[in-house]
């Protein structure tokens, strides 16, 4: 069952965002930029983790996986061979009262009549195909330039360099090529905060195999990138398979498994697993003319690979990270008494801050330096974030709302001043349970780095 929308959650967390630092609208004070954010300085760490992280699982961690970076522009001959330049639309209506510009699949269906989501409005136009690709021109003068575009997606630029990297990388069949980078798409309506914007990034992997490898290979991804999932914070009873019917596939698919998030907006599509099978490097080789054939030494034969597709959206992954963390409990403040907080329950894998380090009192300077050479000592091995200014439990709170999951605190017994035997430990809290022990200064980079990998 499909969870209910909470927009109120969704407002809550855009907000936050915000006013945290985490994503902002981009092109803000001019008005901004409909379909593109900015993110700020806690949301660049928590998608660079993300990125490290999947990077790490699906190249560094594995034998059969290489990584490339291609050009953003691409050549108009690549995304014909590939079907966008014909193929990549959306059916697009107009609502002739509003004006609004609408995929078909948001109109509202009120007793058998279509309407306008935005103003109910009946009188549409009829469905039209609209390309989503962005076109750009090359070239100085008018009369050099020549049309390229911006890539749609990451994966073309894995399928035209195929041959070159087979070469250089040595490897055999089945292999993959990994890819993270910005693509772009001209969508018709971009709504749900990040989640469907004009610029985004993709974290690609195009899992080369030999064809009767395929349908398996699809099961093997599908539960790795699961795992991944898991492994960075999102519960699995938020996570969904659905596999696509074949009415819904493309036609050269073999078999496609979109995982799927319980945003508070609705259940909507995070990656898609595909079994593309060999229709893009097949389309290549005849438009291209060169042979994008693998030969295999064993059975002596050449043919076309065929390919398994994970392709992940880094910034719907971000905001399904965001969405997963953000929780409303109760703390104690200062006095011991109990108040409303807001805490992003990140994993510490992905949190942008992994430890706060702070002085019990600011104006005194032992404490100072204690913390300013704890906050030295972890620095070579985790994002660290000093503060000292407030009363403890705010300063707990600041940390909570951005979702840092261990805080150290400097204070008189770390000089051993009531007991000898807590000389050089300081307390260290727990985001999460809010329960703090204390723990040994030559401790905490052994102690924070193995629960923060
Ligand atoms: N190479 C296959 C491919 O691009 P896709 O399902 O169109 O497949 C893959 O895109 C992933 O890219 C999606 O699952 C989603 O996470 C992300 N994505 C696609 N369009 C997006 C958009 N407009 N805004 C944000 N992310 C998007």
Redesign the pocket.
Known sequence: MNPPIDSQRMEKIVSLCKRRGFIFQSSEIYGGLN?AWDYGPLGVELKRNLKNYWWRTMVHERDDVVGMDGAILTHPAVLKASGHVEGFSDPMIDCRTCKAHLRSDQLVDKKGVRQCPNCGGKDLTEARQFNLMFETHVGASAEESSVAYLR?????SIFTQFKNILEVSRKKLPFGIAQIGK?F?N?IN?RNF?????????M?LEYFCRPEQGMELLEYWKEERLKFYENIGLSRANLHVLNVPDEDRAFYSKGTY??EYDFPFGRQ????V?Y?TDYDLSQHQKASGKSLEYFGEETKERFIPHVV?P???????VLAMICEAYAEDQAPNDKGEMESRIVLRFSPRMAPVKCAVFPLLKNKEQLVAKAKEIVALLRPHMAVFYDESGAIGRRYRRQDEIGTPFGVTVDFETFGEKDQALRDTVTLRDRDSMKQERVSIGELVKFLSSRIR
């Open positions: 379909g749609p997606e990451t994966a073309q693509a798409r969508e971009p990040t989640f469907r914007s004009r610029e985004f990034e993709q690609e979109d995982i599509e995070l990656e898609g595909a593309r597709e392709s992940a959206g880094v910034d719907r992954t």
